[in-house]
């Protein structure tokens, strides 16, 4: 099991808890696969480490003084239709809820909980000294750079970085700016792969010594594919056009703007993602723990797949067709067109919803699948 599918499978079964429990702890779990992964760690080993979701999920919501038996039965969904998970049957629901390596969950809960509290507070005063160290080392080292490419242009660009505030924006030509402090450096790499030529960004210093507010600026002119790969920090791309591009992110806010984009697929586990003045034929946007945000997009087809949080419209058009998955949150906001346009579908296990479903030969289709929450949906002109 990978991180992502770990931490979407964790999502699921806490769906019981308010939105800011539920950020809370696809944030700890997020925070806890980094600091591992800085410290050398596979991924694989990470999320070994962090047992069965289920389990997870269990004393999360146990902490938060729910039932874990009442809210576990989530609703899962696979392609337009929604499911529901199979309950723990009893001996199961005991044995990974009620008692755990023999003992009480509350008991062990507690004994837990004292030893959490006291390694939390060290941590705390521990990373605050050693991040005002190395904020004054950095600091006193930064330097900027400015790099060119040798070859005149390229299909693909991958960043591969884990602690930076990144700017990618269109430019007439490749250029980097970027800084560099004594503990952050990058690496830059022209290639030709398949008769490709690709540019490769990546840090190889440890990221937990570069998170010093180290800026990247990327002037892209219009490419073919755009490939983003970040474990922490932020990221705006602004009015670069591109056949496909693809973002994986791991903890940190996503904005793309002021762009034409043939296919737009975009990951985060725990973070934000905003879309703005862009316009698509294919956007996919996957995200475990946040909100995600459009405002003026338009696109042909179009998928949310949202564990924990909401998903805003401000003025959306739907060319063809939209699928909406939310686990627990909201849907709302305003989609240009009117509603007679759209054949609708909606399945809303316990909440409110003003979308109304109805199979309508237009060629136009809107799905909305929530578990938990409120649909409210406004359509304009």
Known sequence: MTRREWMKEFGKYIGGLNADERDRAMS??????????????RE?????????????????????GKDPGEYLNVTHHEGNMAKPSPRFVADDYNERCDYVDGKPLKARRRSVLLKVLSIILCIVVGIGIFYAVIAIINSATKTSHVWEPTLDSFAKFDLDLSAADVVVQRGDSWKIEYETTAFNDFEITERT????????LGQHSMPVFGMGGVKVTVYVPA??????????GNMIIDSVDADVMKIDHSAGDIVVKNGSIELLDVGNSAG???????????????????GVSLENVSAENSTFDVSAGGVNFNRFE??????????AGSISGTLVGKEENYSVAVNLSAGS?????????????????????????TFVD
């Open 28 to 41: 700890f779990y997020a925070e806890l696969y980094n600091d591992k992964y800085d410290s050398g760690m």
């Open 193 to 200: 792969e398949s008769g490709m030529n690709v540019l490769d």
């Open 272 to 290: 934000g993602v905003s879309i703005e003045n862009v316009t698509t034929r294919t956007l996919s946007v996957d995200l475990s723990a946040g």
């Open 318 to 327: 739907v060319l063809s067709s939209m699928n909406v998955m939310l686990s």
């Open 44 to 64: 694989a080993d990470i999320v070994k480490s962090f047992g069965d979701p289920r389990e997870a999920a269990c004393e999360v919501m146990r902490d938060a």
């Open 353 to 377: 919803t003003n979308l109304v479903s109805a199979v309508r030969n237009t060629g136009k289709s809107i799905t909305a699948s929530l578990s938990a929450g409120s649909i409210e949906i």
């Open 223 to 232: 490419v073919d594919e755009l490939s983003v790969d970040m474990s922490a």
